[in-house]
Each structure stands twice: as structure tokens, then as C-alpha cells.
């Protein structure tokens, strides 16, 4: 299946947007390398987010799901993968599953367990060391994710805070949800999130590794919201709407 994407412009793409695509189909990148006198305005480039690949000239679809577009001319594909692939910059929920000297070995759910270092927490030196035990949740980030080198985390951003990271998880529930819908919660206007506050308020951390985290006011409302937000993965935006509805009536 070819379809172009003359010019590398969005107008021809765009009858594609919020369609299936399947990995092996294909886009042409024909760049317009002429010089106009009265357009001084450069044709931009199209940025390929996760299920895209360059290919030379062309933009290859490598994960099936459906297409998305963001304006000027971001795509990529949607799709309801279960397995993370790290990446550097990434915030995950991992595991400590074993402590050897001064490293820490987490599991994130991936093919392989990432290092952190005891003196990647906020005020941590070689006589203040951090109280992380094996089996505590951490909230942390990639530093190094590269498929030819160990992942290693830290739970401090460039300027040396957690700023939000670190061991966490006294009280709660862990579960695995899909990445897509990670994404959805992680939009910055999120309907799901804003739903839930409504109905239960509620401590939730989220990992880009599909794993999330939530604590309640009590255990039952601790798993009715589990269960309504592993739910949404295969419901649609009135189905989620309608069962939030009858959970709030009590309904259910």
C-alpha cells in the first residue's frame, strides 16, 4: 500500500488522520527544493513521533494503530501496545528488586532491569544515603536508554531536586494499563483524569512504562478506580462517560 505525502505537506495526510494503518505502509517525502521570489515562507518538515520511521525519501509505518496529527505537522501512530521500549527523558514507576553495593537494580517492565545509583536522589551523598529498600516503588526517570547500553535511572532532574520522584507507594494500588492510555491520562486536558477527580479524589502517579499508581480515601474506592481506569482501554468516550455516570449514581 503506497499513499503519498507530497511536498511534505499535512492537506493530503490529513484524509488519513483517525485511520487504521498497518505496518509496510508508506509515505513519500518529496521535499520542494526550488526557489521562489515571492514565498518567502519554507515548507516545514514533518516530525515522526512513535509508530513512524524515516526511510530515505519516504516515511514508513512500523506499529498498527491509528494515525494521529498535531498541528503544524507532528504524526504518529496511536496503538494499544503493552510492551515498553525506554527512552531517555522518560518518567517510569520501577520496582527494587536488588540492591549490590552502590547501585540499585530496578525493574520497569522492560527486557531488561535498569541501574540507579544511590546518589541519584535529592541530598544524597556517600554518608547521607537514601533509605530504599528491595521491593519499594520508585518514581524515576531515564538518563541513558540506548539498546546497546545499560538503562539507568535517577530520581533528580538537571538541577539536582526529585521534583516529584523518588520511593513512593505506602497505602496504594499498582496495575498495568496499556501505553495508550497512559498517553491520554498524561494529556495536558485529559477527560479520564478530569472524570475521576469528579467522581473520587484521589493520589494517582503515572508511568510512560504503562504502569500506574493510586491511592485512595479508603480501599474499596482504591479499586473501583483500578477497575475504571483499566476499563477505559477498550471503551470509547461515551461508553467511559456513561459508566463514570453510573458509578457516580451508585449503580454499580
Not at 520508585?138 to 533528580?156: G, R
Request: glycine share 10%; with cysteine.
Amino acid at each position: 500500500m503506497f499513499k503519498a505525502l507530497h511536498g511534505l505537506s499535512p492537506c493530503f495526510i490529513s484524509d488519513l488522520v483517525g485511520e487504521v494503518l498497518l505496518p509496510g505502509d508508506e509515505f513519500s517525502c518529496e521535499t520542494d527544493d526550488t526557489i521562489s521570489l515571492t514565498d518567502h515562507v519554507k515548507p516545514e518538515k514533518v516530525v515522526c513521533g512513535p509508530g513512524l520511521r524515516r526511510s530515505g525519501d519516504r516515511l514508513v509505518v512500523c506499529k498498527s494503530g491509528v494515525l494521529r496529527h498535531k498541528q503544524p505537522n507532528v504524526f504518529w501512530i496511536d496503538s494499544q501496545q503493552r510492551r515498553y521500549v525506554p527512552a531517555k527523558g522518560e518518567t517510569v514507576i520501577g520496582i527494587v528488586t536488588t540492591k549490590s553495593g552502590d547501585i540499585f537494580k530496578v525493574d520497569f517492565g522492560g527486557s531488561e532491569q535498569a541501574s540507579l545509583s544511590y546518589l541519584a536522589f535529592e541530598g544524597a551523598t556517600k554518608r547521607n544515603r537514601p533509605n530504599v529498600q528491595v521491593g519499594d516503588l520508585v518514581f524515576a526517570q531515564f538518563i541513558i536508554a540506548n539498546k546497546d547500553m545499560e538503562p539507568e535511572l535517577v530520581c533528580i532532574d538537571s538541577s539536582g531536586r526529585a521534583n516529584g520522584m523518588g520511593v513512593f507507594g505506602g497505602g496504594g494500588l499498582l496495575f498495568r494499563v496499556s501505553l495508550g492510555l497512559v498517553r491520554r491520562l498524561l494529556s495536558p486536558h485529559s477527560e479520564i483524569r478530569s472524570d475521576l477527580d469528579q467522581l473520587f479524589p484521589c493520589e494517582l502517579v503515572v508511568g510512560m512504562n504503562g504502569r500506574l499508581w493510586v491511592r485512595s480515601s479508603s480501599v474499596q474506592q482504591t479499586l473501583i478506580i483500578a477497575n475504571l481506569l483499566q476499563s477505559c482501554d477498550t471503551m470509547t468516550a461515551p461508553q467511559r462517560r456513561e459508566l463514570f455516570r453510573r458509578v457516580k449514581q451508585g449503580a454499580l
